[in-house]
Nanobody, 117 residues
Framework: QVQLVESGGGSVQAGGSLRLSCAVS????????MAWFRQAPGRERERVAN??????YYADAVKGRFTISQDSAKNTLYLQMNSLKVEDTGMYSC????????????WGQGTQVTVSS
């Protein structure tokens, strides 16, 4: 059974930092691509970053400020978020997709990030 459980969200002032974690069970990073998505109220969900076999992708809005990483020994996915902006506010979720599929099949419940000015 695959489970993804996020943690690390919270409230922070603009310019601050947070590190999100996603504890993963039931799958291996060697056969699954991982990603962080976020959704703000009234907006569509967007992919923030993803990692596949060590290769990373970032949305333009977070490039240079966010870093996605994974620790296979701990079965944990991370998102280090620096220089946070008010527009980074939203519900952040981790997701997993098997290499042979293009869609993310497994999702966590999400963790809220609120950035105030």
């Amino acid at each position: 059974q695959v489970q993804l459980v996020e943690s690390g969200g919270g409230s922070v002032q603009a310019g601050g930092s947070l590190r999100l974690s996603c504890a993963v069970s039931g799958l291996s990073f060697s056969t699954y691509g991982m990603a962080w998505f976020r959704q703000a109220p009234g907006r569509e969900r967007e992919r923030v970053a993803n990692i596949v076999g060590g290769a990373t992708y970032y949305a333009d809005a977070v490039k240079g400020r966010f870093t996605i990483s994974q620790d296979s020994a701990k079965n944990t996915l991370y998102l280090q978020m620096n220089s946070l902006k008010v527009e980074d506010t939203g519900m952040y979720s981790c997701a997993a997709r098997a290499y042979e599929f293009s869609d993310y099949r497994y999702w966590g419940q999400g963790t809220q990030v609120t950035v105030s000015s």
